[in-house]
């Protein structure tokens, strides 16, 4: 069965410093994807991200990058220089290649960003 | 702005009411989905549909009653909900219901049962 793991709740920063999100999974498939998603208080999930475990490649996009290590099953996700439209609950998300699609959520992390 | 449209955004009904949740979506998706999320918790899956066919339904009471009529429209049917049916209803849709598609999400219903 698939699982995935946000251990931090809610992370309160002070605007400009960094926040790291920690995302560490479960599948016994080979193949699978990872997701990460935005929820800001006006409730849509955003995408943000996916990988496919094949691709180890880290990714950065403007203030947000993400690390992601099959050896220890994470897929960690860095908000640089923190402003407070980040303020949100980022989900992490696992999709397994025959799961017809069906996400695997983590409990969410609660960023605020204090300014 | 979200490319998924949800409408209404806010509901609030008796127990015995009858009502709808509509969900449009013109990115030319074929798999769509509706998701429950209560405060505090992230999202559940509750029906799939692909290629306006259900796909999944997650054992959902029979009092929720999804629809697609075509490829861009999806109905939620609600009759007779409790209380604990209260929650952000989601849609969502992603190109197709093949493994790790992106699924795109609307701004939610937010559900109150008196």
């Known amino acids: 069965a698939q699982k995935v793991t946000q251990a931090q709740t809610e992370i309160s920063v002070v605007e400009k410093e960094d926040v790291t999100l920690d995302c560490v999974y479960e599948t016994r498939d080979t193949t699978y994807y990872l997701f990460w998603y935005k929820q800001p208080p006006s409730g849509e999930l955003v995408f943000l991200i996916r990988r496919n475990s094949f691709d180890e490649q880290n990714e950065i996009s403007g203030r947000y990058s993400w690390n992601f290590q099959k050896s220890t099953s994470s897929f960690n996700f860095t908000i640089t220089a923190s402003q407070v439209v980040d303020s949100a609950v980022y989900f992490c998300a696992l999709s397994e290649f025959y799961g017809n699609n069906r996400l695997a959520f983590g409990k969410g992390n609660q960023v605020v960003v204090i300014p | 702005d979200t490319e998924v449209t949800q409408t209404p955004k806010h509901l609030v009904m008796g127990m015995t009411n009858k009502k709808s949740l509509k969900c449009e979506q013109h990115?030319?998706?074929?798999?769509m989905y509706w998701y429950k999320q209560k405060a505090k918790k992230p999202p559940e899956l509750m029906f799939v549909y692909s290629y306006e066919k259900l796909s999944i339904n997650e054992s959902v009471p029979s009092r929720f009653s999804p629809e697609c009529p075509n490829s861009s429209l999806l109905n939620l049917h609600l009759h007779a909900l409790q209380p604990e049916d209260s929650a952000l209803y989601l849609c969502?849709?992603?190109?197709?219901?093949?493994?790790?598609?992106?699924?795109?999400f609307g701004d939610g219903t937010r559900l109150s049962i008196l």
């Open positions: 969502a849709s992603s190109q197709a219901q093949g493994a790790g598609q992106p699924q795109h």
């Open positions: 990115m030319g998706h074929r798999a």
